[in-house]
């Protein structure tokens, strides 16, 4: 069994936080003030759970630099006052950092039982062989 630490509770909680804020300013036609919140609070979680020197490794690799670009540029563009950019930015950035995991959480979710009937309909069957196809790492 993993032992989980204080900093790493307090870290999802900030993360799932930060969630909950980037939805409402989204689900608020993108209030930025909303935005921005979810913004540093899913940053400081993200810190907080896997650690601030790893946080940084994750971020600045050589092969991530233009994903990380668009991510922090994303939220700068959020932080300045352009809600809609910034979030599209932002998303893309996102995409393009995290896209190692989503064959692995596709994988996982596969395996959960009424999430891995849905995943195996015929429609989404196609779209999430396609997200689960693990050569993106490439």
């Known amino acids: 069994m993993m032992n989980i630490t204080d900093f790493q509770k307090i870290g999802v909680g900030l993360a799932g936080f930060g969630v909950a804020f980037l939805f409402l300013g989204i689900l ?49 563009v959020v932080l300045i006052g352009w809600p809609v950019v910034g979030m599209c930015l932002e998303t893309y950035g996102f995409f393009l950092l995290f896209s190692g995991f989503f064959p692995v959480a596709v994988n996982f979710l596969r ?15 196609s779209v999430a062989d396609k997200i689960g196809e693990s050569n993106s790492m490439v």
Request: hydrophobic share 55%; proline share 3%.
């Open 28 to 76: 608020f036609f993108f209030d930025k003030g909303l935005l921005a919140i979810g913004n540093i609070l899913f940053i400081c979680g993200l810190a907080f759970v896997i650690g601030l020197e790893r946080t940084f490794r994750f971020f600045f690799q050589r092969h991530k630099v233009k994903a990380t670009g668009f991510f922090f540029g994303g939220i700068l």
């Open 111 to 125: 395996r959960v039982p009424v999430l891995g009937t849905i995943l195996n309909l015929p429609g989404i069957r």
